[in-house]
């Protein structure tokens, strides 16, 4: 099992920053990639940035060039910096792990992959 846990959401202005960060807890062996999705109100849940195992970063075009993902290794933390943020931003950020699919599907590990419990983040123009 994988526990999620993010915080650092809160109120904006477009332009401001704000920094998320999830604490990573629990038997991460199966882990492949972890990373940030969010979810506007009424809107499907959509990738936002993700690392590889192996250090690679990814990221949608829309926050291309304004947000980075990190990770501390020695803290068990992944973090999503945000800069020039925009109303369009405005959503619950989720905090993802996901497993190695073909361990998943051998039994080896428990499941696909494990989720937070959100963050939101409002952007006001």
């Known amino acids: 099992q994988v526990q999620l846990v993010e915080s650092g959401g809160g109120l904006a202005q477009a332009g401001d920053s704000l920094t998320l960060s999830c604490s990573v807890s629990?038997?991460?062996?199966?882990?492949?990639?972890i990373g940030w999705y969010r979810q506007a109100p009424g809107k499907q849940r959509e990738p936002v940035a993700a690392i590889v195992k192996g250090g690679n970063a990814e990221y949608v075009n829309a926050v291309k060039g304004r947000f980075t993902i990190s990770e501390d290794n020695a803290k068990n933390t992944i973090f999503l910096q945000m800069n020039s943020l925009k109303p369009e931003d405005t959503a619950v950020y989720y905090c993802n792990a996901l497993n190695d699919a073909a361990r998943v599907a051998q039994g080896l590990c428990d499941q696909p992959d494990y989720w937070g419990q959100g963050t939101q983040v409002t952007v006001s123009s």
């Open positions: 629990g038997d991460t062996t199966c882990m492949t990639a």
